[in-house]
C-alpha cells in the first residue's frame, strides 16, 4: 500500500512539473510574441517631424 501512495504523489508531482512547464513555455513564447509586434508597431511610424510640433 506504501509502494502504491508514492507512486501516486509521485506522479502528481511530475503531471505539476508537466503543467509548470508548459505554462512557463506559453509565457515565454507570448512575451516574445508581444515584443514582436511592439517592434512593428514603431516601425510603422514616420520618422520625420510630426504637425503636431511643428506650427
Do not use: C
Not at 11 to 32: D, H, I, P, R
Request: proline fraction near 4%; avoid cysteine; charge should be positive.
Amino acid at each position: 500500500m506504501n509502494t502504491k501512495f508514492a507512486a501516486s504523489v509521485l506522479s502528481a508531482l511530475l503531471y505539476a512539473q508537466g503543467l509548470l512547464g508548459f505554462a512557463g513555455l506559453a509565457t515565454v513564447l507570448l512575451k516574445e510574441r508581444a515584443h514582436a509586434a511592439e517592434f512593428s508597431a514603431s516601425s510603422d511610424m514616420p520618422s520625420g517631424p510630426s504637425l503636431l510640433v511643428v506650427r
